[in-house]
């Protein structure tokens, strides 16, 4: 579940600067503001797809979210398919494109299992898988306080899914799955640093539609009026947050706007109550605030350090 949601089609203008270059008190009231948006969209989408589950196969969700994604697409794709698909990478394109399908299909076939709030809160580990990945694949120096602030994120992970108790389920691990798969996809995408991020979102869209094609008529159901109005509610939702996500980090630091983000599990955690009526247990509460903590934590460290330059 690559993020993996303003600029639409065309340029936006940029967020105003100080005579610092640091963004001024108005582009960040704005950036912070649209942040906060991105988390409503996300977990509105999320809301969906999970009640969409309640009636059709994950498969079936997940192929319709990645199918009002390419029809948004579509005016890009006008101009020609083949300068939409124009990469100086596209063999990586077509892997991230896989990695973020097989992170909203785990994501999506863990809504079905668990609360919303639940699998929202775990994939907040995902920056830490970031940071791990870069190190690891990229080289990246990370300073042993950002190791420390992972180790206690994935503390937090480990107050929610609690392994070794009864409270411990298997489903738990998809969306600590789809975390990872989410995570490689941004990795990929920073291997391809001279592609166009519209390019990046068509491969997204297109690999993602076509992989699901060929799988969701071998448990197809068919959906009612009402599936199809919220799986295109879903799916606009989704659409709509990922491209105000990459305009508002494109133009503001992502130290200063990541900490934000985290209210997703608020609105999850909300939203989860007023659909299904389901509250997040103590043990998610606990562990979700060990995982903002430490995520907010990285984030300031970040952006001190990014001061000191």
Do not use: C
Request: charged residues 10%.
């Amino acid at each position: 579940m690559e993020t993996q949601r303003s600029r639409s089609l065309r340029q936006a203008p940029d967020f105003p600067v100080g005579f610092n270059g640091e963004p001024d008190a108005r582009a960040t009231v704005l950036g912070i503001g649209v942040v906060i948006l991105t988390a409503v969209m996300w977990a509105a989408s999320d809301a969906s797809a999970q009640w969409l589950t309640k009636s059709l196969p994950p498969l079936e969700v997940t192929w319709m979210r990645y199918g009002v994604h390419v029809l948004i697409l579509f005016p890009w794709l006008r101009g020609g398919l083949r300068s939409a698909i124009h990469s100086q990478h596209p063999f990586k394109q077509v892997l991230r494109g896989a990695f973020s399908v097989l992170s909203a299909i785990t994501f999506i076939l863990g809504l079905t299992l668990i609360p919303i709030a639940d699998a929202t809160a775990i994939t907040f580990v995902a920056p830490f898988v970031i940071m791990g990945l870069a190190a690891l694949l990229l080289h990246e120096y990370v300073e042993p306080r950002r190791w420390i602030a992972a180790a206690v994120g994935l503390t937090g992970v480990v107050v929610i899914v609690q392994p070794g108790s009864d409270a411990f389920h298997w489903s738990a691990l998809l969306p600590l799955l789809a975390a990872i798969f989410g995570a490689s996809a941004i990795v990929m995408t920073r291997l391809m640093p001279n592609d166009d991020p519209k390019v990046t979102m068509v491969y997204t869209g297109i690999v993602g539609l076509t992989t699901l094609s060929f799988m969701v008529p071998f448990g197809w159901v068919m959906p009612s009026i009402e599936n199809l109005l919220v799986g295109v509610m879903m799916g606009i939702f989704g659409a709509a947050a990922n491209i105000l996500q990459i305009t508002v980090y494109r133009q503001l630091p992502a130290s200063l706007l990541a900490p934000f983000s985290y209210s997703q599990l608020v609105w999850a955690s909300l939203l989860g109550f007023a659909l299904f009526g389901v509250w997040p247990t103590v043990a998610t509460l606990i562990g979700a605030g060990i995982i903002a903590g430490s995520g907010v934590y990285a984030a300031w460290r970040e952006r001190k350090a990014a001061a000191m330059r």
